[in-house]
């Protein structure tokens, strides 16, 4: 089997979420492997409810809206690529990780791409 992915900038997560992902989710929610420029998060097709519930109490509200949207383009994608030089999508929340951030959440931010 020959599986797509998303490749999105870690921007549609707080820094948070990015740092912690990988440890919280362990044992339940989604499977997130860290690599040197963000993560990749297994997309769940099957037992949805379960996946977006750990996500959910877990504090993970951006990692489930971008699930959700990787399963509205259909399931044959499998992985979602959190890389720092990915994809912006206008239609998700985008964190600027430089601006002050109260209680570790990043103040939300539309213009990113400036490079």
Not at 88 to 110: C, F, Q
Request: glycine content about 6%; hydrophobic content about 40%.
């Amino acid at each position: 089997m020959i599986a797509k992915y998303l490749d999105l900038s870690t921007c549609h997560l707080t820094q948070r979420e990015v740092d912690t992902a990988e440890s919280v989710f362990q044992l339940d929610g989604p499977r997130v492997i860290a690599h040197e420029y963000g993560l990749f998060v297994n997309v769940q097709h099957d037992d949805v409810e379960e996946h977006d519930e750990a996500m959910r109490a877990a504090g993970f509200p951006n990692l489930l809206a971008v699930s959700r949207y990787a399963r509205s383009l259909g399931e044959d994608i499998h992985w979602i690529n959190f890389d720092a030089d990915g994809e912006t999508m206008p239609a998700l929340p985008a964190y600027d990780w430089g601006a002050p951030t109260e209680a570790g959440r990043a103040d939300a931010v539309r213009a990113i791409s400036r490079r």
